[in-house]
């Protein structure tokens, strides 16, 4: 079984990855990180090589 970091937000959560598809569907592992405690909504996100944290996230119905 996987550990994951614990949120150091709010220290109740698991940081959990997520993965994505890039424009020519090649896959891209770990791209954003969220803190698995609904309350806290942190997330880590790697974009274009640049590193964001604290974006509010939403579904995409792609």
Known sequence: MREFP???KCGIGKLLPLSDY???GA???YKVW???N???GFSLRIDNGEVSF???LAQSNK
Do not use: K, Q
Request: charged letters at 30%.
């Open 6 to 8: 614990e949120c150091l």
């Open 34 to 36: 969220v803190c698995s």
């Open 38 to 40: 609904p309350e806290c």
């Open 27 to 29: 896959a891209i592992h």
């Open 22 to 24: 890039g424009r020519d």
């Open 54 to 56: 604290g974006r509010t």
